[in-house]
């Protein structure tokens, strides 16, 4: 099944996201994940998270090897080291345990804020202690892209979206284009959900 995605404006994206509870169904819990990734490829992302398809909860998925060849805010090739490899997995009940390094700008998206990039800088290594689809716990260090496209995702859980990271000229500079999105006045090539405008 292929969700449309949640619009900016919609309040499920601003809220932090709850936890998966463990009786959660595990046929139902591999249909959502399954359907996921059906949706994040049909609207050609990198990594979605399940706020953006109206559901409140700690999970997401994501395949970052599209990034592989993507550059960063000098043009530059990112370069991507061994522990770095492209990484799809669904990851459930994520806990960010610490980043670290310099941080790096890129420009980044969102298929809930189509046609808008900003330049993000997120520090380069982090890692993660989460559940794998099966639940089992998992903690692992992540880098390069695949950190990036996590943290994102990570970001929506929290309620946070790439927008409030820019500073705010930017956010002044993109203030019209977002309140068109919401009003569903934007052009995807994916299905979207807009925030419901009240009649007066």
């Known amino acids: 099944m292929i969700y449309p995605v949640v619009a900016f404006g919609d309040p ?3 809220v932090r996201a709850r936890d998966l509870p463990i009786d959660f169904s595990a046929d139902e819990l591999k249909q ?5 990734y059906d949706t994040m490829y049909y609207a050609h992302g990198v990594g979605l998270a399940a706020p953006q398809i109206g559901k409140s909860i700690r999970l997401f998925v994501i395949d970052s090897a599209p990034m592989v060849d993507e ?5 530059e090739p990112v370069q991507l080291e061994a ?4 990484v799809k997995r669904a990851f459930i009940n994520p806990q960010i345990v610490h980043e670290e390094g310099e941080e790096w ?3 980044e998206g969102c298929l809930s804020i189509p046609g808008v990039r ?10 993660l202690r989460y559940e794998d689809e099966n639940r089992q716990p998992h903690e692992e260090t992540f880098s390069g892209m695949t950190a990036r496209v996590i943290q994102h995702e990570y970001d929506h859980l929290e309620g946070v979206l790439f927008t409030d990271k820019i500073s705010a000229f930017k956010k002044q500079f993109i203030k019209g284009k977002l309140a068109r999105i919401s009003k569903g006045d934007v052009k ?6 807009f925030p419901v405008v009240k009649q007066r």
């Open 32 to 36: 959502l994940v399954a359907d996921m």
């Open 83 to 86: 522990t770095a490899q492209p």
């Open 105 to 107: 700008g890129f420009e």
């Open 71 to 75: 550059e960063d805010e000098n043009g």
């Open 118 to 127: 900003e330049m993000v800088y997120r520090q380069p290594v982090v890692t």
């Open 12 to 14: 499920v994206l601003k």
């Open 188 to 193: 995807a090539d994916y299905r979207m959900r």
